[in-house]
């Protein structure tokens, strides 16, 4: 029968490959906690300049007046363990005494599945311009208001509906949260393909002005959740003739997210887990399973018996 040390030890053998195996193999079963959760709440970034350059609501031109953009971000049903589906409303309002409706520049509100770990988009987006407009699909690729764990990525623009490149730059801090920034260059590009009116040139020739829409961001992602925390947008939306010479200005926004609407952002990324505590503890069930496997081990071959290496007492033959 075997002496109770190497049964022992046997157990802790097959404890500490147990915990080696949930240690070791749990990253790769277990789900990334990168998922945005779905109980995520609703939030809004709001963007401002006060020094904007917009349409003028009466009369040809443009004018120079304080903007505020706000993005509105939701998750909404359906959902499942890898997919959401996000609503993104966008609003861009003049800074004045007069009605919503008057103060209005522009409105949209984009419905579409995302991946809940990467961030990106799943298949069209639904997009309604106007109310008044019917619902349309639009391909949406990229990703935009959730990022992954990358160097690169490819954002969603959409005022020209397609994504372009922003390379990750730098770390900062956003209100106690560690973020990444990426930095997006648009280059100056037509917003469709057909003119929007003739520019009557001053030897009475017409040339046809097209819209073109450019902009530069600064993207805050906070690196637990790939949320982005702030944006810092440039854009110079302008007409221009056919080979990109700019004769108009239509749009130009230099905006960042206010200290209140960012704030809000930091706290509430900052319910969500990161994965932390359960890393920790597979780390230590990785420790200790290396540990009993190599206690286990030793007390098997029977280094913890000592029974066998105790000196025989001899005894003395008494003759009568």
Same mark, same amino acid.
């Given at each position: ?15 500490? *490959? ?14 990334? +906690? ?14 401002? +300049? ?7 609501? $009466? ?20 959902? +499942? ?19 919503? *409706? ?5 409105? $949209? ?33 990229? *990703?935009? *208001?959730?990022?992954?764990? @990358? ?42 393909? #057909?003119?929007?009116? $003739? ?22 992602? +906070? ?6 925390? #702030? ?88 003759? @009568?």
């Amino acid at each position: 029968m075997l002496p109770k040390s190497r049964i022992v030890s046997a157990l802790l053998v097959g404890l500490g *490959v147990a915990l080696l195996i949930v240690g070791l193999g749990a990253p790769r079963w277990l789900a990334p +906690d990168g998922r945005l959760p779905l109980d995520f709440p609703a939030t809004t970034l709001t963007l401002r +300049d006060a020094k904007a350059t917009v349409p003028h609501p $009466e009369e040809e031109g443009a004018l120079e007046t304080a903007v505020t953009k706000q993005i509105h971000v939701e998750l909404m049903e359906p959902s +499942d363990d890898t997919s959401v589906t996000v609503r993104v409303g966008t609003t861009t309002l003049r800074e004045n005494k007069k009605p919503d *409706v008057e103060r209005l520049i522009g409105a $949209e509100v984009w419905s579409y599945r995302m991946d809940r770990d990467s961030g990106e988009a799943i298949g069209d987006a639904a997009v309604a311009f106007s109310p008044a407009e019917p619902v349309t699909n639009v391909p949406l690729e990229g *990703v935009w *208001v959730k990022f992954p764990t @990358s160097e690169e990525v490819k954002v969603f623009d959409a005022t020209l509906r397609k994504a372009f490149p922003a390379q990750k730059t730098e770390s900062v801090d956003v209100f106690g949260r560690e973020a990444d920034v990426f930095v997006q260059k648009v280059p100056a590009t037509k917003v469709g393909s #057909d003119p929007e009116f $003739e520019f009557a040139e001053e030897d009475g020739s017409l040339t046809p002005m097209f819209l073109y829409h450019k902009a530069e961001r600064k993207y805050m992602v +906070d690196q637990a959740t790939g949320v982005v925390l #702030d944006v810092h947008e440039s854009i110079n939306d302008f007409y221009g003739t056919e080979e990109g010479e700019e004769r108009q200005p239509v749009m130009v926004f230099n905006g960042a997210g206010t200290e209140d609407s960012v704030q809000a952002l930091a706290m509430a990324v900052g319910n969500v887990s990161n994965g932390f505590g359960w890393r920790i503890a597979l780390y230590v069930a990785t420790a200790l399973g290396g540990v009993l496997l190599l206690f286990g081990a030793v007390g098997v071959f029977g280094l913890w018996d000592t029974r066998g290496s105790k000196p025989k007492k001899m005894r003395r033959k008494l003759h @009568s």
